[in-house]
């Protein structure tokens, strides 16, 4: 199976993007708290609502084997970012200088919906979500780019679970 | 309406007598209320009629929430049901938390809480989802254990569907019936599961997409993050350490154990389960394999298999285990029974002084006991269903009476349990048992759930001695922070036992309050109320925290003062509720002392009765409680703004 993360070698005239950080989770750690969920749904959404997290957590005590939780890859070659590219003049997916974080402005976002649908790890892994307003405002993981102390998640889990690889110390 | 932030402003009433479903208004009781118990007990005041029973339709089940419920303040995963408890000798109003993940769910459905009243003709379950409540049929789902329910309806209305479940001990209208969610948590005191059993209401099902909002959400965020860093006992950092270096494990028997936490909180407390436990009937399923009550073993020697068809019975494993089990032990050295069917009752050969004398058990005993009982089996089945006091009352033409003495203070039915006497659970030495027993007096449960608790986790681990124990603080330090917390520096000085009465009385009194706060907002007794902290310069904890908390989440400024003044006002209103309905005054509360009659299991020290009686005034005094009758005055009630409880207690001439 291709993986779509990875660099279609068939397309030449696409430049390297700046690396990025990502979220790492080790899911045997994880103690299905779900502090992560409304930390993070607070932080940018401003109400506490696993719904809106940008990292999900699911689990069911009944189905045996580890919590399965989505967060955005934040992937060398991001379909997303991609996507918005080639559909809008001026992008609502942007790169953040620092940690290189694929990130959606929401004042940007018009809702399109192409990002989540590029998006190889969805729906199975539910890492872009939106907001219904007036329209649709899409978001996914931007690694807290704007907040000093790193992404809130890696530094709420009270199961040491989730960690924050730079972009540097990421593996190819 | 203007913007409600933290409650979500409505609660469900539903009638299964006559299929109504209507709203109550959460904000016509807020912030004098609080939420969850708070208001509970406000509604319950308000239509509680004198004659009802456990198991009488027109028993309010209470299953509430708080306006901290689904936040990020830590320990805020919790629900608190409230209604006339079966469990109880005789049975009172009184209450049973639970953590996990159905109190959030429930917020996030758009609830403050559910009141079910009435009785449904056929089996039937609450099917609640984004501020839409139906009453469907459970036929098919009668008969099933809590499990199976809860795997149900997750394959009707989705994987992300919480469940809370009465087991078969339900359905049978045991009064050690839990209602249970999960795998590993449960309202275990009280039997409520009963009470859901005798609504013929099998079970609440919950998905919500809808959020809590937060009214000023940096500083909470700001706030919590601050308070999560808190989240430790004392000796808590090395705890945390070996968890993380574990992650998944695997038993002796080859099952997989998975760490667990309940939903919404970052203390370091937990639980492990066990994946694909092989079930008596073949089947897997999962166990927890370790919560505070094991059956007589650590996490790695109880029977995984046990642990898991309590849950699924839907049966209160603590009383079996550290009330009915070892007083069946006790009869049996008094041969009033031999065995249960055919499988001998194990005991010990010395007589049996406290709960660490009892004799360990095989799998074969357990798993008959638990299916006797959760399905009403012969004459012996069907009285241990009623739990271990009602079971003496009827078994052996009462012979077992005087065996439940060590176990159970008599009236609320539930065992003995850290306040230094029969155990199980953490050591408290002597004196420091003394305010917890004034809390076993005056409460209406084993006062565990959220008193005594604060107490153990909160206190005693600081103090510079207590017992063989040591804590980290000097008792200059306790000292300072004593007289600041509790306004008297003397309050933990190993230096004084009954004299003066006051330093056992207002300890007492200050986490009963504070155990109503908790249970109202509702966070978690093993988080809150914190006195000593390991990170604040001065090793006091901010007591202002809770308030704190209320006041960023939801708008309302709420001073410490005030938030205090509301715990006070619950716990008030809980006692009117238990003199007026249940005829609570100073005779029960003394009737309690009976069971703390006996030498301390950790220091040998026993009770003295006389001057423990000072102690009961002092409590009296400072909650402004009549010394007669020990019901509330007129003065104090007024002042909590209760002056149509004084008015009513007075007509019933309880005033005096």
Redesign the interface.
Known sequence: MTDLTEKDETVENIPQLQRSGVIEVDEDLCLTCRECEVFCSLYHEGECNPNVSRIRVSYDDFVPGPPSIAVCKQCDWPACYYACASRWDEPAILIDKVTGARYIDSGKCRGCGACARACPLMPDQPVIGFRQGRRRIYFKCDLCHDRAEGPVCVQICPGNAIRFIPAEERSK | MSEIYGWTGEILRVDLSSGEISIVDTMKYVPDFIGGLGIASRIAWEELSPDIDAFDPENPLFIMVGPLT???A?GA?RVEILGIAPQQHPPVFSRSGMGG?WGAELK?AGYDGVIVQGRAEMPVYLWIHDAQAEILDASNLWGRGT?GT??AL?AIHG??TRVISCGQAGEHLSRIAVIQT???NAAGQGGFGGVMGSKKLKAIAVRG??????AR?QE??DL??NA?RE?QWPSGFRR?RR??AR??QTDRDGN?L???????????C?YR?R??VQATDGS???SVAQHCWGYMGNSQTVDPVARAITSDYGLNGWEITYGMIPWLQMCKQHGLIDKVDSVDIPVPDDPIEYMRDTEPYSSEFIHTLLRKMAFREGELGDALADGTCYAADRLFSGEGIPFLDRIYPRHCGQTAHWAGHWGPGGAVYWPWWLPPVLQWCTDTRDPASDSTHQWTEHVQPYMPESGPHRGPFSLEKVSAICARVYGNPDILNPAFEYDPPELKAIPAIWHSHRAMIVDSLILCDREHSRVFSMKSEDGAADTALMSKLLSVCTGYDVSERELDRAGERIWNQLRAIDVRNFGRGRAIDESTIDGFMYPGKDDGVMLDRGKFLTLLDKYYELSGWSLANGCPTRAKLEELGLGDVADELERMGKLT
């Open positions: 689904g936040t990020i830590s995963g993940h996030y499990y809860t795997k997750r994987s992300n999960e795998t590993g997409t809808m959020g809590v909002k937060v959400p909470f965020f919590s993050i999560g989240s945390r968890w993380d992650g998944v997989i998975r760490r667990r936490k309940c939903g919404f909180c970052v203390s370091p937990g389960i994946e694909n897997s399923i999962p």
